[in-house]
Every structure is written in C-alpha cells, then in structure tokens.
T-cell receptor
Framework: NAGVTQTPKFQVLKTGQSMTLQCAQD?????MYWYRQDPGMGLRLIYY???????DKGEVPNGYNVSRLNKREFSLRLESAAPSQTSVYFCASSEVGGTANYGYTFGSGTRLTVV | KNQVEQSPQSLIILEGKNCTLQCNYTVSPFSNLRWYKQDTGRGPVSLTI?????NTKSNGRYTATLDADTKQSSLHITASQLSDSASYICVVSALSGYNKLIFGAGTRLAVHP
C-alpha cells in the first residue's frame, strides 16, 4: 500500500541546472497533480493531469514542464533551475470526479534547494 | 479572489487539553471543505471532507464544523496527544472544470507534555 511515491526526497541544484522529479501512484487514480509549498503560504498547483494523455497548467506553471508517462506516473521537469524554485514539491493523485468528494493522496514531498 | 485564511498561525497547548483551529474562506462557488494534517517532512493527510449541506464531521478526536452561511469552519481537537503536533491545513474546493483546491497556509500546533 505505497500510495504516492516521489523521488528524490532531497535535491540541491545549481542555478541553470535541470532535473526531473518523479511521481508514481499505485491506486489506479486517473488524476495527478504537482504542487509546491513555500513557507507561510498554502500549497499552489503547478500542473495537473486530469487523465492519462492530458496535462494542463495550474496556478504557477512558469519554469516547469510535465509529462504524464502512463496512468501511474507523472513527472515534473525543471529545465533551467532558478533560486525562486527552491521549495518543497508534492505530487498528489485522486479519482476522477469533477465536483465529487473524492480524496486526494499526497506523496511525502521533494525538498529542492537551488543555489 | 478565492482565499482561505487560517488562525492562529501557531499554537502551543499541553497534552490532554482541547483546542480549536479556525478557517475563513472566500471561495465561490463552493464545493466542499477539507481539513488535512501535515506532519513535519511528510505530505498532507486527509482528516475530514464536508459538503455544503454538512455542518459537522468527526474523525476520532478530530471534529470539523462548517457554517456555509458565514463561510467559516473550525477543527476541534479533543484530549490532545503529543502525536497531534503537526500543521493543520484547511482546503476549500471551488466548483470548476477540475475541482480546484485552494489551500490555507496552515496552523502549526505543538503539543507539549
């Protein structure tokens, strides 16, 4: 019962470097999400995938790209990291349901520092 | 603008005591309201979900209330335990094409022995 698995847990990048954050879920959920959490602020949506084969921008998509590799996996890529992208990144998944009261399951997070 | 405000920002209580956390929101159109617990270094874990028609929901020692008219919610923790030390996040869902979630900044609770 792994739920949502994120890798890596910690990462330090230099400005301008690129990296991919990996996320996989084993609950057969259709929808997957990437959020960032910054001190003193609520989680903000970066990108989401309502179903396999679709991706859409969230509230703060600039500087990021995503790939929904298959139903289980949803990756987040930073092409040229900037210090402003220092944050904790959470992947989440949920069942499909427009306004239904479906639950979200979150991963444990990736703590990224860009120096 | 859709917003979720939580108070207090932080709270310290003694083990065994009760406490109440507050959440005010200006989200429209409203779909549902969720409370999450987030332990340090972990992802949020759902405690309760309430729709417009529900005004209370319990999960063990956690009881959430919702007043949709005043757009306020509270989370009451009874007989606190050391393991309750965490951040508690209020999340309001807005009716939209993808069920948009608006997160509060959280209340950081510390339970001391």
């Amino acid at each position: 019962n792994a739920g949502v698995t994120q890798t890596p847990k910690f990462q330090v990048l230099k400005t301008g470097q690129s990296m991919t954050l990996q996320c996989a879920q084993d609950m057969n959920h259709n929808s997957m999400y990437w959020y960032r959490q910054d001190p003193g602020m609520g989680l903000r949506l970066i990108y989401y995938s309502a179903s396999e084969g679709t991706t859409d921008k969230g509230e703060v998509p600039n500087g990021y790209n995503v790939s929904r590799l298959n139903k289980r996996e949803f990756s987040l890529r930073l092409e040229s990291a900037a210090p402003s992208q220092t944050s904790v990144y959470f992947c989440a998944s949920s069942e499909v349901g427009g306004t239904a009261n479906y639950g979200y399951t979150f991963g444990s997070g990736t703590r990224l520092t860009v120096v | 603008k859709n917003q979720v405000e939580q108070s207090p920002q932080s709270l310290i209580i003694l083990e065994g005591k009760n406490c109440t956390l507050q959440c005010n929101y200006t989200v429209s159109p409203f779909s549902n309201l969720r409370w999450y617990k987030q332990d340090t270094g972990r992802g949020p874990v759902s405690l309760t979900i309430m729709t417009f028609s529900e005004n209370t929901k319990s999960n063990g020692r956690y009881t959430a209330t919702l007043d949709a008219d005043t757009k306020q919610s509270s989370l009451h923790i009874t007989a606190s335990q050391l393991s309750d030390s965490a951040s508690y996040i209020c999340v309001v869902s807005a009716l939209s094409g993808y069920n948009k979630l608006i997160f509060g900044a959280g209340t950081r609770l510390a339970v001391h022995p």
